[in-house]
C-alpha cells in the first residue's frame, strides 16, 4: 500500500490570517460605531417620552389644582407630582447634565417642561416648539422655532430641544 501525501495540507499561510483578521477588524469598528448610534436613539427615545410623561402628570395636576405647578426648576416638580401624578420624577439616561430637562411656567396658565436630544429625531417635528422668553416668561431660553436637523450637531439649550407644555 502506497501512503498518499497531501501537498497542500499545511494550514493557512501568515498572508491569509492577516487579511482575515484585517476584515474582522473592519466590520467589528462598524458594528460598534452603529450601537453608538443605536444607544443615542435609545436615550433620545427615553427623552422623549420622559417629557411626555411630565406633561401628563402636569395637566393632572392643573385639573387638580386650577394652575400648573408654580415651581422654578424641573426637581423641584418632583415634590408637587410625586407619588400622586408620577411614580417618580424622570432622570436623564446619561445622568451626566443638570439641563437636560427643564420646566418653566408663567402664571397658572402656561407651562413648559422640555428635553435636549442628542440627535435630531421625527419627535422634533411635533413638538411644542415654545419660546418661554417671548410675552414675558421666565425660565429657560428654548428656540421657539421648527428645530432643524443642523441645529442637533452639538447638545445645548438651543438645539434638539424637544419641547411640549401650554402656551
Known amino acids: 500500500m502506497k501512503h498518499l501525501h497531501l501537498k497542500n495540507s499545511r494550514g493557512f499561510t501568515l498572508v491569509e490570517l492577516l487579511v482575515v483578521i484585517a476584515i474582522i477588524g473592519i466590520l467589528a469598528t462598524l458594528l460598534l460605531l452603529q450601537l453608538g448610534v443605536a444607544r443615542q436613539r435609545a436615550r433620545d427615545a427615553k427623552r422623549i417620552a420622559d417629557v411626555n410623561q411630565v406633561r ?15 415651581t422654578a ?14 411614580t417618580l420624577l424622570p432622570s436623564d439616561p446619561l445622568n451626566v447634565s443638570p439641563w437636560v430637562y427643564s420646566y418653566a411656567y408663567n402664571g397658572t396658565t402656561k407651562y413648559q417642561v422640555h428635553g435636549i436630544l442628542e440627535q435630531w429625531a421625527q419627535a422634533l417635528n411635533s413638538d411644542g416648539d415654545i419660546n418661554t422668553t417671548a410675552g414675558g416668561w ?11 436637523k443642523a441645529d442637533c450637531t452639538t447638545p445645548s439649550t438651543t438645539s434638539c430641544v424637544y419641547d411640549q407644555g401650554q402656551n
Open 138 to 148: 421666565t425660565g429657560q431660553t428654548v428656540d421657539g422655532t421648527k428645530d432643524a
Open 56 to 70: 401628563t402628570a402636569t395637566e393632572l395636576y392643573f385639573d387638580d389644582n386650577g394652575q400648573y405647578p408654580q
Open 73 to 86: 426648576t424641573f426637581a423641584a416638580l418632583g415634590a408637587l407630582l410625586v407619588p400622586k401624578y408620577l
